[in-house]
């Protein structure tokens, strides 16, 4: 099978574990060796050269006694004319058929018809990066190397750009540094001497009992509204107002839309409702959202004057 192979996983500072993932296609060996440079496998041997036979070469003296044989045998047998041509030719072996092209490899799929995968998970005993400890750090001297290796990248880039002015020349900088890519390895190599310096000398000494007790809290709360809220209007109309004070009326409009789906007659939704469908320009289809509101309740004071006097 002809394998694409993608690699999953997440950038970390030692790597350990590597998942591999491949959809299974049907093997193909010509699509083997022009994508993947497959010479042969295991399952499906490579295919044996077809060889011609080819005679052996007669003497050099047997050939002039046959030349002579077949001179006398000609001029004997001249006289049965362009018959014997055409039965010569009917004697000759036919043309050999065009090799035919080779099926291209397809995916395979199971009986659900949804594509097979085959999945690798390859762990490392130890890890390929070692972590590095403050002596480490210290022995190295990671920011003077940085600091040297800056100091030589600015005479650089002052030899290639003479044409800057003392205002400028900073983000000119930058940019070259960005564009070198040393800028981002500037960033990274600091990045982990910070973190190893926090984690190292600046431990954190309190308790973590009280944010384990607020997450579990947290999660509690998550459950208790998702299961609640599956036949409540009242969570989407929140959502909805929520999208409205950070001005994402689209977002507001379909949580609306479901909140009515829950409940068609909740009085606050098709209020807000029909005032989107206002501002959208539909003023037929929000002049019958309103009205069917105060069919609905038409002792609702506080609707009834937000519609009336509300902008």
């Known amino acids: 099978m002809r394998m694409k192979l993608k690699i999953l996983f997440k950038e970390t500072y030692t790597l350990s574990k590597v998942r591999i993932a491949s959809p299974v296609s049907t093997y193909s060996y010509e699509e083997a060796m022009t994508f993947a440079g497959l010479n042969d496998s295991y399952f499906v ?137 040393a800028y981002e390895i500037y960033l990274t190599s ?15 000494k309190g308790s973590s009992e009280k944010n384990t007790k607020l997450y579990q809290n947290y999660i509690g709360e998550i459950f208790r509204i998702c299961n609640d809220s599956e036949g409540n209007p009242d969570y989407w109309f929140d959502y909805a107002v929520y999208n409205l004070e950070i001005k994402s009326c689209d977002k507001a409009f379909e949580c609306l839309q479901e909140a009515l789906s829950k409940k068609s007659t909740h009085r606050y939704s098709l209020m807000v409702f029909g005032a989107l469908l206002a501002d959208k320009g539909q003023k037929e289809d929000a002049e019958t959202c309103l009205l069917n509101l105060m069919v609905q309740e038409p002792r609702w004071l506080e609707g009834i004057i937000i519609i009336t006097f509300g902008k």
């Open 190 to 204: 600091i990045t982990k001497a910070a973190t190893l310096v926090v984690t190292n000398k600046f431990k954190y």
């Open 45 to 181: 041997p490579k295919p044996k050269p077809v060889v011609n036979d080819v005679k052996t070469q007669e003497p050099a003296d047997k050939k002039d006694k046959k030349s002579k044989k077949e001179k006398s045998a000609k001029s004997s047998k001249s006289s049965k004319g362009a018959g014997e041509t055409a039965d010569l030719k009917a004697l000759l072996p036919p043309k050999p058929e065009p090799i035919p092209e080779p099926e291209p490899s397809a995916p395979v799929f199971n009986e659900d018809e949804k594509p097979c995968f085959i999945i690798v998970d390859i762990e490392l005993s130890e890890p390929i990066n070692k972590k590095r400890d403050i002596e480490d750090l210290n022995k190295e001297e990671v920011l003077n190397q940085i600091t040297q290796d800056m100091y030589e990248k600015y005479h650089q880039f002052l030899e290639e750009n003479d044409t800057f002015t003392g205002k400028t020349i900073k983000q000119n900088f930058l940019k070259w540094l960005q564009n070198l890519g």
